[in-house]
T-cell receptor
Framework: EPEVTQTPSHQVTQMGQEVILRCVPISNHLYFYWYRQILGQKVEFLVSFYNNEISEKSEIFDDQFSVERPDGSNFTLKIRSTKLEDSAMYFC?????????????FGPGTRLTVL | AQKVTQAQTEISVVEKEDVTLDCVYETRDTTYYLFWYKQPPSGELVFLIRRNSFDEQNEISGRYSWNFQKSTSSFNFTITASQVVDSAVYFCALSGGNNDMRFGAGTRLTVKP
């Protein structure tokens, strides 16, 4: 069964460093998403992406964040200068269409720890 | 504005008990979808169910059942005869016109043997 994959599973970085979180969405999916879950808290929407541009973004997704589809398979989330409060689990998701009824398939997450 | 409220932060039951997880939502959209996800200790999000705003029929899948009541803006989830493997955090979520999925704060369910 096709699935969304994410690498690495755990990333540790120093405050101020740049990190890139990688995701490989399901191959025939066209819409991609990033979500964040601070430890013990709810899952929060960050951004949706379609046709090489951002469709929607939340107030959390500030200038420190960027997303990219560098090739035909990867979808990345970059945090330019990490802060302690960026420590969280980051989930990538993909869906066939952006219509609200389409199920978003979630990856296993990348746990980011900022020291 | 969209909002999902899961008032129960933690629930603890003994194996074989039935348990209901509550979810109340707010939205101005007339067309929307509601979801339940399970997050086991390993951390991944496991899709359980999707329900659209026009379908208020209750659904049963094995030991799981869902009760969608538009009149009270609720989408409750019941596990019958709970098992230890049901221990997880359960999230209710809402997707409306903006296509961003809003999650509730989650309910941590612990099923003791």
């Amino acid at each position: 069964e096709p699935e969304v994959t994410q690498t690495p599973s755990h990333q540790v970085t120093q405050m101020g460093q740049e990190v890139i979180l990688r995701c490989v969405p399901i191959s025939n999916h066209l819409y991609f998403y990033w979500y964040r879950q601070i430890l013990g808290q709810k899952v929060e929407f960050l951004v949706s992406f379609y046709n090489n541009e951002i469709s929607e973004k939340s107030e959390i997704f500030d200038d420190q964040f960027s997303v990219e589809r560098p090739d035909g398979s990867n979808f990345t989330l970059k945090i330019r200068s990490t802060k302690l409060e960026d420590s969280a689990m980051y989930f990538c998701a993909s869906s066939e269409e952006i219509k609200i009824y389409n199920e978003q398939f979630f990856g296993p997450g990348t746990r980011l720890t900022v020291l | 504005a969209q909002k999902v409220t899961q008032a129960q932060t933690e629930i603890s039951v003994v194996e074989k008990e039935d348990v209901t997880l509550d979810c109340v939502y707010e939205t101005r959209d007339t067309t929307y979808y509601l979801f339940w996800y399970k997050q086991p200790p390993s951390g991944e999000l496991v899709f359980l169910i999707r329900r659209n705003s026009f379908d208020e029929q209750n659904e049963i899948s094995g030991r799981y059942s869902w009760n969608f009541q538009k009149s009270t803006s609720s989408f409750n989830f019941t596990i019958t005869a709970s098992q230890v493997v049901d221990s997880a955090v359960y999230f209710c979520a809402l997707s409306g016109g903006n296509n961003d999925m809003r999650f509730g704060a989650g309910t941590r369910l612990t099923v003791k043997p």
